[in-house]
């Protein structure tokens, strides 16, 4: 009453409009305001689920395949030689999470299933890799398959340790030839898709065409201007995909391309066991690396390791408690996850404890939906409780007394740490 009380106050001279239709203008006004000040979210390339890849790249002999069996805890060959690794090794490993292992404690389920990265080890890319050099083109291919890449670059001189290029060390020589390698191969593949989906444009009908289009919801034409348009913003500065600003649509069209620069970059600048025990204050390549991905990729995340090192960690921790020197493959592997900005939730019960993947500003409906596809259909609502609460309280009935659990419907945006219960009604048939 008091708003449709000043409502009229406003404007006493409008006497022919009801109460009913002064309400709808004042609601109007009021989301015209509110869009305006609210930003849409930006659009992020990828399609990540609850099985994320994320591969290890770079020149052949640099430690990758030895900080992929540190990662994993399996073994590989890592020897002194190009290409030692032909066929790309896969794991599993588990994401590192301690509100994860605090609910495991709490919950004394009968089983426990963690957020996993799966690593791929791909044998190293070598200069002129996407014309078929080395074993270059199957390689490539194996980048295509993963969602994120840890870029992985020798800044440690040793002459007992061979360098592709020579024994001279150069990263910024290295970088240039996986990003350069990286980007003619898109460029190749947007150039074939052009032209096959260019030939679909003009006979729609041809029997003998295996070209199919990326959307379906878009016409071939459309279809055809987005990727023109990815393939001129590369052409403009050798700039990456990743770096674009895309709608929602372009993004769809652009993740049935499968382009390797559009894929989340994560650098790992492999330093020798002496330069990170003193945090590479010594090492005069480190500053020239973080020098390169501002200029070149600003925004991509840089981290230090020593493979030498996490590998002696590995084995026997408490060599390095008394020098305060810690692993850095927790972060590592949880980079791989923030760089796709992806974030958890869980479900906890005495069956099960288990950790969910979803992108950040899901909707609740779309979270429910990484579990079964009725839980999105048919979703009701979700009880949710804030992993915080719940720790500092200490069980979900003391989290209710509070009045902090709580319903939420279709357009809550999940919190990373949300715990979460959903309800859903799937009676309907589904059209």
């Not at 709808?24 to 849409?40: L, S, V």
Request: charged share 25%; with cysteine; net charge neutral.
């Amino acid at each position: 009453m008091l708003k449709i009380a000043k409502w009229q106050c406003i404007i006493p001279t409008r006497r022919s409009l009801s109460t009913s239709s002064n309400l709808f203008y004042a609601k109007k006004k009021a989301n015209n305001k509110k869009q305006e000040t609210e930003k849409p979210a930006k659009v992020i390339l990828g399609r990540p689920s609850n099985n994320l890849r994320v591969g290890i790249v770079g020149l052949p002999n640099i430690g990758k395949s030895t900080l992929f069996n540190t990662l994993t805890n399996s073994s590989v060959p890592a020897e002194n030689y190009p290409f030692c690794t032909i066929d790309p090794s896969e794991a599993r490993v588990q994401v590192p999470d301690d509100r994860f292992n605090w609910l495991v404690q709490a919950y004394q389920p009968k089983k426990v299933t963690p957020a996993h990265l799966t690593v791929v080890d791909i044998a190293g890319l070598v200069r002129g890799a996407s014309q078929g050099a080395g074993l270059g083109n199957a390689f490539l291919s194996n980048v295509s398959s993963v969602d994120a890449i840890y870029h992985l670059v020798r800044v440690f001189e040793n002459d007992d340790v061979t360098h592709v290029e020579g024994n001279q060390v150069d990263p910024i020589r290295d970088l240039d030839i996986i990003q350069n390698e990286l980007r003619i191969k898109d460029e190749e593949s947007l150039e074939r898709n052009l032209f096959e989906l260019a030939k679909l444009a003009r006979h729609p009908d041809a029997a003998n065409t295996t070209k199919k289009k990326l959307s379906t919801t878009l016409t071939i034409k459309e279809e055809l201007s987005i990727i023109e348009k990815v393939a001129e913003f590369m052409s403009k500065g050798d700039r990456d995909v990743r770096k674009g600003e895309w709608t929602a649509t372009e993004v769809d069209v652009i993740n049935g391309l499968r382009l390797l620069t559009a894929k989340p970059m994560i650098y790992l600048c492999n330093m020798s066991e002496d330069d990170y025990v003193n945090h590479g204050g010594d090492n005069k390549f480190i500053p020239r690396v973080k020098e390169w991905i501002d200029e070149n990729n600003k925004g991509d995340l840089m981290i230090p390791i020593s493979v030498v090192l996490e590998s002696k960690i590995a084995t026997d921790d408490t060599l390095y408690h008394s020098n305060k020197i810690r692993s850095q493959l927790s972060n590592i592997i949880s980079a791989g996850y923030k760089a796709l900005d992806l974030i958890h939730y869980f479900t906890c019960g005495e069956q099960e404890v288990r950790a969910w993947t979803i992108r950040n500003t899901s909707k609740a409906p779309q979270a429910a939906g990484i579990i079964h596809s009725d839980f999105e259909r048919g979703f009701i609502s979700a009880d949710i409780m804030k992993f915080d609460d719940l720790k500092h309280l200490g069980s979900e009935n003391a989290v209710k007394a509070a009045g902090k659990y709580y319903q939420k419907g279709k357009e809550y945006t999940m919190e990373d740490g949300d715990i979460a219960h959903f309800k859903f009604n799937v009676t309907n048939k589904k059209k």
